[in-house]
Nanobody, 118 residues
Framework: QVQLVESGGGLVQAGGSLRLSCAASGNIFNSNRMGWYRQAPGKQRELVALITSRNSTNYADSVKGRFTISRTSAKNTVYLRMNSLKPEDTAIYYC????????????WGQGTQVTVSS
């Protein structure tokens, strides 16, 4: 089992910045992928950014150039730095970990609210 604890959400004005953190613990496979997804009211959950245990990254087109995903050298904490925030970035942000083993277990955090006011 893996536990994911998120922090860093909040209310910010358009153009502002926030940093989300997600600390993972438990049965983490050496080869894994961590990432952030978000879900706005009335919409499906969507990918924001991913980072592998080899530090390969991938971003949604809507956040490229504004958001940066990173992880600690110990690789059990992932961050999402969000700059130039827009009202359309308002959503609940969820941390995700995917173990890249044969079972491909996936785990989710509880979510953290990000609200961007115009």
């Amino acid at each position: 089992q893996v536990q994911l604890v998120e922090s860093g959400g909040g209310l910010v004005q358009a153009g502002g910045s926030l940093r989300l953190s997600c600390a993972a613990s438990g049965n983490i496979f050496n080869s894994n992928r961590m990432g952030w997804y978000r879900q706005a009211p009335g919409k499906q959950r969507e990918l924001v950014a991913l980072i592998t245990s080899r530090n390969s990254t991938n971003y949604a087109d809507s956040v490229k150039g504004r958001f940066t995903i990173s992880r600690t050298s110990a690789k059990n904490t992932v961050y999402l730095r969000m700059n130039s925030l827009k009202p359309e970035d308002t959503a609940i942000y969820y941390c995700n970990l995917l173990n890249l083993n044969v079972n491909r277990e996936t785990y989710w955090g509880q979510g953290t609210q990000v609200t961007v006011s115009s």
